[in-house]
């Protein structure tokens, strides 16, 4: 019987996976090192809840320089989390919620895969005292 439930658990994991294609670990280090850092989770937290932004508007009331918010943009572009698009002289910056997403997916596979360990661990002790 233990073996059954093994084998659907395998099966609906095999099924998960084939939903939607997870990021890889060389894809999922730039887009979390990108976000581990203040400013640009900042900036990201910015764009989410204002929409599109000039480097201008990002800049207002801040203490960072348009150079340095630039720097930091770049660094969010190649993670694939921004992009810009050019308005007359203007860049302006949109965050790409597919990649915020994938984030999320792996973050909630991760933590999916922490929870079966406890449970795993659980079941060890409570049948090993």
Do not use: Y
């Not at 609906?12 to 890889?24: D, G, I, Q, T, V």
């Not at 887009?31 to 932004?53: Q, Y």
């Amino acid at each position: 019987m233990a073996t059954a439930g093994r084998n659907n658990s395998q099966i609906s994991s095999a099924m998960s996976k084939a939903r939607s294609s997870p990021l890889k670990l060389s894809e999922a280090a730039p887009l979390f090192a990108a976000l581990g850092d203040e400013t640009r989770l900042n900036l990201v937290s910015r764009l989410c809840n204002e929409g599109p932004l000039s480097i201008v508007r990002l800049s207002e009331n801040s203490s960072i320089t348009r150079q340095a918010i630039t720097k930091h943009l770049r660094a969010l572009a190649d993670a694939g989390l921004v992009h810009d698009t050019q308005k007359g002289r203007e860049r302006i910056w949109e965050l790409r919620p597919q990649r915020i997403e994938k984030a999320r997916e792996h973050l909630a596979r991760i933590a999916q895969e922490w929870d079966a360990a406890l449970g795993r661990l659980q079941t060890f002790l409570r049948d090993n005292p």
